[in-house]
């Protein structure tokens, strides 16, 4: 299941380019980069008709990376992305990507941010051998699909998580891990990454207090991506 990004408000991604702009400008003593994580509609594209009006993903990103400032820098994952469209890169009934597929968004990115990219030798996968339906299939009543699996990356090398913390309304939850067991019982299964889809922020402290600390302000696709930038740095910091 794909949902169509079919259009986009035009002023509003101008003034989101201004915003990002006027955030740098007002703190050019920080390193800034900017991902524009492309969704299955744009990836898978080629492969849809030509009636349901799809968006050029790629095209758009490119503008839009274009239109930031020059010392910003693009973490451009497109192409990585959509070399490996065949395989499970995307969920089938959640409009984001797969844990795997936040694997190839970070090994095409995170040189650009000083680290070098661990293999996927590298890591323990945790099956954790459960099945669901998720958001798409939910708003369109369409069960006939493969229901999506939750797996956890867990790297062998660099920093661990000492603590996840995470501020949702007025109420502060901590945890020892960037994965949240218990959402597997419930109905949003992709909440096992971070706890949550809706908090306004979240805190990231690993032991490897050399590093650099990161601020990411994010959407969702965030986060199954954040479990692979913790062996780089000491903090990371997402807002919502």
């Known amino acids: 299941l794909i949902r169509i990004f079919s259009e986009y408000d035009e002023e509003r991604l101008d003034k989101n380019i201004s915003e990002i702009n006027a ?7 920080i390193p800034a980069y900017v991902l524009i994580a492309p969704t299955a509609s744009g990836v898978y594209r080629t492969d849809l008709p030509d009636s349901v009006g799809a968006v050029n993903e790629q095209k758009l990103i490119d503008e839009i990376y274009y239109d930031i400032d020059a010392d910003i820098v693009p973490l451009d994952v497109f192409n990585a992305m959509y070399s490996v469209r065949d395989n499970y890169v995307y969920c089938r009934t959640d409009p984001y990507w797969t844990q795997a597929g936040a694997y190839e968004a970070y090994a095409a990115s995170v040189s650009k941010l000083g680290a070098q990219p661990y293999t996927v030798a590298n890591y323990d996968v945790d099956y ?29 090398y660099g920093s661990y998580v000492k603590s996840t913390k995470i501020r949702r309304d007025k109420q502060t939850y901590t945890k020892t891990s960037v994965y949240n067991s218990s ?32 601020l990411i302000i994010k959407s969702d696709y965030a986060n199954c991506f954040v479990p692979f930038l913790a062996p780089h740095f000491s903090h990371i910091t997402l807002v919502d």
């Open 128 to 156: 954790t051998h459960v099945s669901y339906l998720g958001e798409l299939s939910r708003e369109s009543g369409v069960t006939s699909v493969a229901p999506d699996t939750v797996n956890a990356y867990r790297c062998k």
């Open 23 to 29: 955030f740098h400008d007002q703190n050019k003593n």
């Open 183 to 214: 959402a597997l019982r419930s109905e949003n299964k992709y909440e096992y990454f971070l706890g949550a889809n809706n908090f306004k922020c979240a805190q990231i402290e690993t032991t490897n207090e050399d590093k650099p600390s990161l």
